[in-house]
């Protein structure tokens, strides 16, 4: 029989490792939890006052049990020597260098970390997949485990985490379910006492091994199927006067297809939806399936093409030029309450304003300026090494980043809400219409506006998926 869990060491101190040790050693005091990380500067972050993420509420929920029975460690090696459990929580990027360049996961971090484990370890240890993998990474995590030059054994486990970014400690604290798919029914009796502190036991639910990592790509990809079906759809309306929203809320009530995951916007971002779905779609093509691979794509496609559309959006309505026009970005982080631009909308939409040579006046809440302009500049880049001379021109001449929305919209020709961050609709429109160029637009990529009478104000106001 396996012993229950005293200690757990978790590798990858990131947007996922971070809070999900946090909130078990929050709800377990007994079991002493670390968290190690190669990246020494985000170890020293999480030791600090200020996180290197932002999650409403982890502050408190760190503090909680920073220094009781919650570690942040570079030491790795001690951390997992000593672990009963091991969760691996590391980064599985989209490949992109070789075979299945574009779309495949690179498991370079998860191989890492196995060898590490092997490498390390004595005695029997349970070894959890926290990270997002393809189905039957768990197959070569075995194979790499079970040689052990120590002698030491393992189970292996697959428990995706299935929380939102700016949701984090909520989805965290009561989620829909825990899924743990796993070959030895101690092993997954063992983790599922430490979810059983918080979360009801019906909802702990239980799978084999590649149900489980097969679910993960799975719930991605038909949460962001529901994100491009409605994008889709709000093409149709912004050409026949129906409206988006209407029709999201009259399909919405059919209990079948639900309310939830309906609202349209400029796109759908973050590190996880693109990246999962082109992981999905490579393997359907190297299982065989071109057909639901071609699928699965569409879903990315879609998503590429509303992106799109909003920026021609915006040249067509500023008389096909927006050529040395100011237009105020608000809002650049992939969704509101977070810091996180991966993959954000924003990113793909100031570069192609920024090729129609507009001047770009940005504001996020909380998104540092420096990691803007590390994003543009990647963006801009398009796979080259170097940026080129009229990139990097365009980045420092075209490119200005400032702290409030009054300085981003004065003498702007235009707005575009790339964010639905909450203070956007509470702004004071009255004096951003007097300051701004006129006529004065706004482009609304997330229909957070609608609502306000703007148009009263004299503003020319466009939001996604309606016309008036
Ligand atoms: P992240 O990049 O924020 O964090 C990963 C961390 O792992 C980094 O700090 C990196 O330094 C560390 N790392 C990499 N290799 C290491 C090694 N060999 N030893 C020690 N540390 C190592 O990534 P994330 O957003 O936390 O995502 C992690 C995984 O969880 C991914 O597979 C992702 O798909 C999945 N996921 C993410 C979210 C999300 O909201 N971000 C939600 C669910 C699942
Ligand atoms: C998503 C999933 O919701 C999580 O369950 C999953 O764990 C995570 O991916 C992951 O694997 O990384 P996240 O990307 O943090 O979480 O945030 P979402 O709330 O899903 O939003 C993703 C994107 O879709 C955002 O850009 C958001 O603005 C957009 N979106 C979402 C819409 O445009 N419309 C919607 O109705 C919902």
Redesign the pocket.
Known sequence: TIAPVRKICCIGAGYVGGPTMAMIAKQCPDIQVKVVDINEARIAQWNSDTLPIYEPGLHDVVVESRGRNLHFTAEVDEAIAEADMIFISVNTPTKDFGVGAGRAANLEFIEKCARKIAEVSSGHKIVVEKS?LPVRTAEAVKAILSRASSGATFDVLSNP??????TAVEDLLAPDRVLIGGESEQAIQALVEIYANWVPRERLLTTNLWSSELSKLT??AF?AQR?SSINSISALCEATEADVDEVAMAIGTDSRIGPK???S?VG??????QK?ILNLVYLCEFFGLPEVAEYWEQVVKMNDYQKQRFVHRIVRTLFNTVSDKKIAIWGFA??KDTNDTRES?AIYICRDLLREKAKLCIYDPQVNPEQIRKDLAAVLKNGDSELSQASAQLLADNVEIVSDLKTASKDAHAIAVLTEWDEFATADFASIHDSMKKPAFIFDGRNVLKELPLAELGFEYHGIGFRR
């Open positions: 997002t985490e299935f929380l939102a970014e700016g719930a991605n949460l994100v995951f309906l609202k916007s759908f971002g973050g590190s996880c939806f999962d992939f969704k909308a």
